[in-house]
C-alpha cells in the first residue's frame, strides 16, 4: 500500500468515525434531554443510528434521569467501541504501510 494510499485510507477511517459519533452522540443527547420521539428530527436520527447502536442495544438499563428523559449508557458504551474500531483499523493500516515500504 503506497503512502498516499494508506493516508487517504486512514483519513476516511477517521472521517467514518466523526460521522458515526456524531450521529450517536447527537442521539445519547436528543434521548437525555426527553426530545419528543415522535418530532421529525427526533425520529430521523434515532432511525438513523439505529442501525448503529443495535448492536449495543440492551447490554445495560437505560437510567431514566427525569421525565421523559434517560441515559442510554449501551449507546455511550457502543461510541466507545467505534473509536476502538477506528483505531485498531487504523494501526492495521500504519502496519501494513510499513510492511511494503
Known amino acids: 500500500m503506497g503512502v498516499l494510499k494508506a493516508h487517504v485510507v486512514k483519513q476516511i477511517i477517521l472521517f467514518s468515525l466523526v460521522v458515526v459519533e456524531f450521529m450517536l452522540g447527537l442521539r445519547v443527547f436528543l434521548v437525555l434531554t426527553g ?3 415522535e418530532a421529525l428530527f427526533v425520529k430521523w ?3 438513523f443510528t439505529h442501525p448503529l447502536a443495535l448492536p449495543f442495544l440492551g447490554m445495560f438499563s437505560s437510567s431514566a434521569s427525569g421525565v421523559g428523559a434517560r441515559v442510554e449508557f449501551s449507546t455511550i ?3 466507545l467501541m467505534y473509536a476502538v474500531l477506528a483505531y485498531l483499523l487504523i494501526r492495521v493500516v500504519e502496519i501494513v504501510e510499513k510492511t511494503r515500504k
Request: avoid cysteine; hydrophobic fraction near 45%.
Open 77 to 79: 458504551f457502543g461510541m
Open 35 to 37: 426530545a419528543n420521539p
Open 45 to 47: 436520527v434515532t432511525d
